[in-house]
């Protein structure tokens, strides 16, 4: 306002910087009443929206790509079978969703290539060079490059609560 009658003085371009500034204190107005709006919906409500929102952004918006098409098959050939739907059959404690992998410690890619290369407890190391032999898969072993993908991509799903895994693997 009080820039308003600051500038009432300079003639033609008066009537325009006067709607500029009405068009801003309308924008900060709703902005307030946004903030307003968010701040009274109900908590539960508000963890939803918290929740959800990661799923409208692809990773793209991150500025990391992975290919989701790609680590998805990988998963269903190799990990589906243990971890359907991030879960976990052989250990209810140990699944893929963010809460367990914060939990016990495997939270960033890091530490799950590592499990996913070496195996842990019951679960099969599938690196090339997994040893010793007990902790390994019997089967086929991943390249060091595919479980990277994998590891990008779990970490990925569990942000986002497991989006892309609901069918089984081919
Ligand atoms: C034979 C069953 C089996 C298969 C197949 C399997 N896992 Fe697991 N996985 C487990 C078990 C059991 C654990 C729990 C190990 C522990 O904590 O002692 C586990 C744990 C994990 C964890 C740590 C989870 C946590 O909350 O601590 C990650 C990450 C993981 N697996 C990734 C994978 C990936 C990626 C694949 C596919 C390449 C895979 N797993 C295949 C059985 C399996």
Redesign the pocket.
């Known amino acids: 306002m009080q820039l308003l009658s600051v500038t009432s003085g300079y003639g033609g371009s008066n009537l325009s910087i006067k709607g500029n500034l009405k068009v801003e204190e309308n924008m900060i107005a709703q902005t307030q009443w946004e903030v307003k709006f968010i701040k009274s919906l109900a908590p539960p409500l508000m963890a939803a929206v918290v929740a959800l929102s990661p799923i409208c952004n692809t990773p793209i918006a991150t500025g990391q790509t992975i290919d989701i098409q790609r680590g998805s098959t ?2 269903g050939q ?2 589906i ?3 359907v739907g991030g879960g ?1 059959i ?2 209810p ?4 969703y963010e809460k ?2 914060q ?2 410690g ?1 939270d960033t890619e890091e ?2 290539y590592r ?2 290369y070496y195996g ?5 190391g ?1 690196g090339k060079e997994c040893m010793p032999r007990g902790q390994c ?1 019997f089967g086929a072993r ?1 390249e060091a490059e595919d ?1 990277k993908l ?2 990008s991509f ?1 970490k990925l799903q569990a942000e986002q609560g497991w989006p892309s895994i609901e069918t089984q693997g081919d």
């Open positions: 990988l998963f190799a990990c079978g243990c971890h976990n052989t250990q404690g140990a699944t893929l367990d992998l939990r016990n495997v530490e799950i499990v996913t842990k407890g019951r679960m099969p599938f898969t991943l479980i994998l590891a779990v």
